[in-house]
């Protein structure tokens, strides 16, 4: 029955118009700190408001009791925007009406506790988004007949993997892109398939630092001969390098640029059949 959202801390003025979604992005323990001595214990009619930290400016939250909905829009709001309320979506019931409303009153006695804290000034109010309910999903391993492991250095995609079915591998070191693809080095007889997620380009792209997303690129560049080095192309093994979704350092934002998508491996060619790609190639080797 729980109703599951993740969110951000964030910073808003005095007219509740969001002027930073990530508060200036803190560390975990800051987060951690105000969420455990500000935002325990909240209760709106009957229903737990279960607020978790997870990394840097990212929070988890759980509504937990009888007669909840999932089907609610976001409180998520673009920076320069006044807070957006919590909807019923179209296709709701009551119960919708009902969680949307206390997940809008949730948020004014978050903003009201945060208002009282000191710790960190940039934080006064949480953003929500993807509101739903636990599924029970397929097995990675079951549906494709492979064993599979994660190498992610972020929370929400160490989740998403487990819920998968995979193994989720600890990275270790600082957590640098060397570090990941060296536990690839280290594991590479235990699995034969590894998702392995960079963060890098994503988060320094969101804040608007070019430099350090294209050194994050570069260290891509250079670390990658750890991967290639252990591929047996004979036995026909492949490296795929893509991205979920463009985040140029001048919008400091996610936007739909077509992402790159690369195949390695001795039998990889070209087709049509994918929208916008050229006629098909013969068969080559390589890349």
């Not at 294209?214 to 026909?236: F, N, P, Q, S």
Request: glycine content about 8%.
């Amino acid at each position: 029955g729980d109703i599951i959202a993740r969110g951000n801390v964030a910073t808003i003025d005095a007219k509740r118009v969001v002027t930073d979604r990530r508060a200036g992005r803190p560390k975990t323990e800051i987060t951690s700190q105000i969420v455990s001595a500000h935002l325990k214990g909240i209760s709106i009619d009957g229903v737990e408001v279960i607020i978790e930290p997870s990394k840097e400016h990212r929070v988890t939250l759980v509504l937990r009791g009888e007669g909840l909905s999932a089907k609610i829009t976001d409180s998520d709001t673009p920076i320069g925007e006044p807070m957006r309320e919590v909807r019923a979506k179209k296709d709701s019931d009551e119960h919708a009406q009902r969680t949307a409303d206390i997940v809008n009153r949730a948020i004014t006695e978050i903003e009201k506790r945060l208002s009282q804290q000191s710790i960190h000034p940039g934080i006064r109010t949480l953003l929500f988004r993807g509101f739903d309910a636990p599924t029970i999903n397929p097995s990675f391993n079951a549906v494709y007949g492979l064993t599979s492991a994660a190498v992610v250095t972020y929370p929400t995609y160490r989740g998403i993997a487990r819920c998968f079915g995979m193994a989720i591998l600890d990275v270790g070191g600082t957590q640098s892109i060397r570090d990941e693809f060296l536990t690839v080095v280290r594991h590479w007889n235990d699995y034969n398939f590894f998702y392995i997620h960079i963060k890098k380009t994503d988060s320094l792209g969101e804040d608007g630092d070019f430099k350090g997303k294209a050194a994050a690129i570069e260290e891509v560049d250079r670390e990658v001969h750890l991967l290639k080095g252990l591929l047996d192309l004979e036995r026909g093994d492949v490296l795929v390098v893509t991205g979920d979704h463009a985040t140029p350092a001048l919008l400091k934002a996610h936007s739909g640029h077509e992402v790159p998508f690369l195949v390695h491996g001795l039998s990889t060619r070209r087709t049509s059949l994918v929208p916008g790609l050229r006629d098909p190639m013969p068969p080559h080797d390589g890349e």
